[in-house]
Nanobody
Framework: QVQLVESGGGLVQAGGSLRLSCAASGLTFSRYAMGWFRQAPGKEREFVSAISWGGGSTIYADSVKGRFTISRDNLKNTVYLQMNSLKPEDKAVYYC???????????????WGQGTQVTVSS
């Protein structure tokens, strides 16, 4: 079955960096767009970034543009999210997702990981 496993979350001070990884199995990874979403306590899941199947197209939420970078390695079946200049408001559980198009809506994605916690201290 399809599995998406996130890793790389943790506790970091404001201004610091983290790199999230999402390893995929059970699907033809190179045929799927990949997205990152996040959910803070008491809030809805929100879009962070997405990348096309070939990596040639990327989109970002305005709140992370210029600070976060999404990338993928189709040989390793892995998508990454490099997060720099982290802010306390970036604290959330981060989820990766696989879908047919690199969209902003969670409904465009078919498969989801379990999430990894990111905490940013001020």
């Amino acid at each position: 079955q399809v599995q998406l496993v996130e890793s790389g979350g943790g506790l970091v001070q404001a201004g610091g960096s983290l790199r999230l990884s999402c390893a995929a199995s059970g699907l033809t990874f190179s045929r799927y767009a990949m997205g990152w979403f996040r959910q803070a306590p008491g809030k809805e899941r929100e879009f962070v970034s997405a990348i096309s199947w070939g990596g040639g197209s990327t989109i970002y939420a305005d709140s992370v543009k210029g600070r976060f970078t999404i990338s993928r390695d189709n040989l390793k079946n892995t998508v990454y999210l490099q997060m720099n200049s982290l802010k306390p408001e970036d604290k959330a559980v981060y989820y990766c997702a696989a879908g047919r198009t690199p969209g902003r809506s969670p409904y465009e994605y078919d498969y989801w990981g379990q999430g990894t916690q990111v905490t940013v201290s001020s």
